[in-house]
């Protein structure tokens, strides 16, 4: 069991930057994917980005170039830097871990961003 908690998110004007951070109870090392989802009210949980243990990315298609996933195992941490941020960004933004042994999937509890002027 592994608890993931969000935090970074806010209000930014567009055009800015947000690094949202994932903070896990314990050793992501043992994750194959770690990786940020988005919600909108109403609509599916999306992928932004995910990065597995091998270093292999993935991205939405509309966030490439702007938007860099990394991951600190030391720090048990995963990062999301988000560049020339777009009000369609806004939503909650969701951490996630996948434990590809157990096939187990790990969820934070959210953390709200909003792209407004």
């Known amino acids: 069991q592994v608890q993931l908690v969000e935090s970074g998110g806010g209000l930014v004007q567009p055009g800015g930057s947000l690094t949202l951070s994932c903070a896990a109870s314990r050793s992501i090392f043992r994750f194959n994917t770690m990786g940020w989802y988005r919600q909108i009210p109403g609509k599916e949980r999306e992928l932004v980005a995910a990065l597995t243990s091998g270093g292999t990315t993935d991205y939405a298609g509309s966030v490439k170039g702007r938007f860099t996933i990394s991951r600190d195992n030391a720090e048990n941490s995963v990062y999301l830097q988000m560049n020339s941020l777009k009000p369609d960004a806004t939503a909650v933004y969701y951490c996630?871990?996948?434990?590809?042994?157990?096939?187990?999937?790990?969820w934070g509890q959210g953390t709200q961003v909003t792209v407004a002027a």
């Open positions: 996630l871990a996948y434990d590809f042994n157990t096939g187990k999937v790990y």
